[in-house]
């Protein structure tokens, strides 16, 4: 069984550049979650994928988009970065049930924007 | 709006020495609470779900409880590679499965 991979590990941007972060889902899993964890604080939802379709959004403006493609691997987006979006991105897989279930965690990426 | 508290936000202990973290929670029906383990620079680690009060759940050196306000989560005679941070999130009840994570209690245990 393979667990969750991300790509970058790290990455150095520019305020105002775009960044694209990719995911590859456990094995079996069909839903992905995105968090940004800033240094000391807890994860906060970005947004979640089921099925190729967005099924949730945390609080979060629009220049912080997804993808999630069939094979359910998935890619965040986030346009016009600023100081702020430094932290650490994570992935999280899960098997939808209709309750809630455990998400698995990938290594996440580190994100520094200058 | 759903609250997750979590205390203490740190803790040290020597190894042996048994503690409990606490996560307190605001939620308009609770339909799920998780609790996962976090390495520095690393991806949270699943630990525990519980559902409902009363329910337990054991795993080693950890014991996680629940009732309708809030979790523990046991630790009986730590060991230094218990050292880490502790997540609690909560799912609520409602259309989304959008988990609501605590700030995460950092846990250091002394040889």
Known sequence: ?114 | EDQVTQSPEALRLQEGESSSLNCSYTVSGLRGLFWYRQDPGKGPEFLFTLYSAGEEKEKERLKATLTKKESFLHITAPKPEDSATYLCAVQAAGGSYIPTFGRGTSLIVHP
């Not at chain 1, 945390?58 to 069939?70: D, H, K, M, T, W």
């Open chain 1, 1 to 114: 069984e393979t667990g969750v991979t991300q790509s970058p590990t790290h990455l150095i941007k520019t305020r105002g550049q775009q960044v694209t972060l990719r995911c590859s889902s456990q094995s079996g899993h069909n839903t992905v979650s995105w968090y940004q964890q800033a240094l000391g604080q807890g994860p906060q939802f970005i947004f979640q994928y089921y099925r190729e379709e967005e099924n949730g959004r945390g609080n979060f403006p629009p220049r912080f988009s997804g993808l999630q493609f069939p094979n359910y691997s998935s890619e965040l987006n986030v346009n016009a970065l600023e100081l702020d979006d430094s932290a650490l991105y994570l992935c999280a897989s899960s098997l939808a049930s209709g309750r809630p279930t455990e998400q698995y965690f990938g290594p996440g990426t580190r994100l520094t924007v200058t």
